[in-house]
């Protein structure tokens, strides 16, 4: 079965960059969409990026877009965000999830499967 295990959070003050990595295991990878989400303290989890099984696709909302960067490595089977010009608004516990539907037309819809979660906070 797919696991999912993120590192790369921590402390950072306003203005600094953060890379968070998902390393994905357990069956294909370049098959399945996959997501980074976030839940910022006492509000919902919401999709902050999303790449498709292509690597084409990407998708960002729009408190990151210009800011924030998703990319996968088929050969190391990592998801990662690249975050820029962090602010206070970025902290939050953020997850990598994927989907259990292979070659799913939908990377921003639900998806089935999440790892831990890495805490991001940000100073400002």
């Known amino acids: 079965q797919v696991q999912l295990v993120e590192s790369g959070g921590g402390l950072a003050h306003a203005g600094d960059s953060l890379r968070l990595s998902c390393a994905a295991s357990?069956?294909?990878?370049?098959?399945?969409?996959y997501g980074w989400f976030r839940q910022p303290p006492g509000r919902e989890r919401e999709l902050v990026a999303s790449?498709?099984?292509?690597?084409?696709?990407?998708h960002y909302s729009d408190s990151v877009t210009g800011r924030f960067r998703i990319s996968r490595d088929v050969i190391a089977t990592t998801v990662d965000l690249q975050m820029n010009s962090l602010s206070s608004d970025d902290t939050a516990i953020y997850y990598c999830?994927?989907?259990?539907?292979?070659?799913?037309?939908?990377?921003?819809?639900?998806?089935?499967?999440w790892g831990q979660g890495t805490p991001v906070t940000v100073s400002s």
């Open positions: 790449i498709d099984w292509t690597g084409t696709k990407t």
């Open positions: 999830a994927t989907q259990v539907e292979a070659f799913s037309m939908d990377p921003t819809g639900e998806y089935d499967v």
């Open positions: 357990g069956r294909s990878f370049s098959a399945y969409n």
